[in-house]
């Protein structure tokens, strides 16, 4: 079942990507969009199943004209949207092959996903390196922005840093005396 944040952040997405098309996505009548989720492995039923499944169900309600007004009309200004679907499984040097493979040889429009914080990281400067409009919609790690500036790259959700701040705000406001907080975290580009 695709999570409500996996419908949301596509959703906004491909939304996005409505102001940004391409000459050619207006010349062909569609627009394709690369989406790379993990279809297999650890993070693919929690993470990457529900987006993809996600992904299928905005697609074809775009396509039908069948979203909630102001997008009640078909495709992205008339135009349907395609999609290609990779799976993010594989480490960094995949990724960064199959970025390249969605824009110079599948000819995307747009790329909307990644996981990974490191995939993340890795797609980050070849997003501007390519000039291909590229959307995260789950990555964890706060280092995207902290350490980089992007003009082709944007993320639809916080990273774990503001969530935990947050928490820990909440933590200190319903129980003002405690003195220490714990976390334990992965030990890569995420934790």
Same mark, same amino acid.
């Given at each position: 079942?695709?999570?409500?944040?996996?419908?949301?952040?596509? @959703?906004?997405?491909?939304?996005?990507a409505t102001f940004v098309?391409?000459?050619?996505?207006?010349?062909?009548?569609?627009?394709?969009?690369?989406?790379?989720?993990?279809?297999?492995? @650890?993070?693919?039923?929690?993470?990457?199943?529900?987006?993809?499944? %996600?992904?299928?169900?905005?697609?074809?309600?775009?396509?039908?004209?069948t979203l909630p007004k102001?997008?009640?009309?078909?495709?992205?200004?008339?135009?349907?949207?395609?999609?290609?679907?990779?799976?993010?499984?594989? @480490?960094?040097?995949?990724?960064?092959?199959?970025?390249?493979?969605?824009?110079?040889?599948?000819?995307?429009?747009?790329?909307?996903?990644?996981?990974?914080?490191?995939?993340?990281?890795?797609?980050?400067?070849?997003?501007?390196?390519?000039?291909?409009?590229?959307?995260?919609?789950?990555?964890?790690?706060?280092?995207?922005?902290?350490?980089?500036?992007?003009?082709?790259?944007?993320?639809?959700?916080?990273?774990?840093?503001?969530?935990?701040?947050? %928490?820990?705000?909440?933590?200190?406001?319903?129980?003002?005396?405690?003195?220490?907080?714990?976390?334990?975290?992965?030990?890569?580009?995420?934790?």
């Amino acid at each position: 079942m695709p999570t409500l944040h996996n419908v949301i952040g596509l @959703g906004l997405s491909v939304a996005f990507a409505t102001f940004v098309a391409p000459a050619q996505a207006q010349q062909t009548g569609t627009i394709k969009i690369g989406i790379v989720t993990f279809l297999s492995g @650890g993070a693919a039923g929690p993470f990457g199943v529900p987006a993809r499944n %996600a992904a299928e169900l905005t697609i074809e309600a775009l396509n039908a004209g069948t979203l909630p007004k102001p997008h009640a009309t078909k495709g992205i200004n008339g135009m349907a949207v395609e999609s290609v679907i990779v799976d993010e499984a594989g @480490g960094t040097t995949k990724q960064v092959t199959e970025y390249r493979n969605l824009v110079q040889r599948q000819n995307v429009d747009a790329v909307i996903g990644y996981i990974s914080s490191g995939d993340c990281l890795a797609i980050a400067p070849l997003a501007d390196e390519l000039k291909k409009l590229t959307i995260f919609f789950d990555c964890g790690t706060p280092r995207i922005f902290e350490d980089g500036s992007y003009k082709y790259l944007f993320r639809t959700g916080a990273h774990a840093a503001m969530d935990n701040v947050a %928490a820990a705000r909440y933590l200190l406001a319903r129980k003002p005396d405690v003195k220490t907080v714990a976390g334990i975290n992965q030990n890569y580009a995420w934790g």
